[in-house]
Nanobody
Framework: QVQLVESGGGLVQPGGSLRVSCAAS????????MGWYRQAPGKQRELVAT???????NYADSVKGRFSISRENAKNTVYLQMNRLKPEDTAVYYC???????????????WGQGTQVTVSS
């Protein structure tokens, strides 16, 4: 069984910074891509950023130049550093990872429970 646990969300003023983390645990053999998605009230879940096991990154246009995704493979952890936050960044942020468990021949997509990020003065 695999779990993704996010932490680090909260309330921040516009223009501020916040870092969220996501740690994967369980019977993990390998992790391919990891990423962050977000869902604002009344909107569909959208991609924020992804990172491959080799460190290649991809960002939504709305966060390019403000957000930075990174990972520590030894800790099975992915981070999202969010700078110059805007009210429209307010959402529940979800961690996602493609994980191959011990004894499995395939990778499966796993999701965290989400962490709330609120940008407001």
């Amino acid at each position: 069984q695999v779990q993704l646990v996010e932490s680090g969300g909260g309330l921040v003023q516009p223009g501020g910074s916040l870092r969220v983390s996501c740690a994967a645990s369980g019977s993990i053999f390998s992790i391919n891509h990891m990423g962050w998605y977000r869902q604002a009230p009344g909107k569909q879940r959208e991609l924020v950023a992804t990172i491959t096991s080799g460190g290649s990154t991809n960002y939504a246009d709305s966060v390019k130049g403000r957000f930075s995704i990174s990972r520590e493979n030894a800790k099975n952890t992915v981070y999202l550093q969010m700078n110059r936050l805007k009210p429209e960044d307010t959402a529940v942020y979800y961690c996602n990872a493609a994980i191959k468990t011990t004894g499995s021949s395939s990778s499966w997509n796993y999701w965290g429970q989400g962490t709330q990020v609120t940008v407001s003065s």
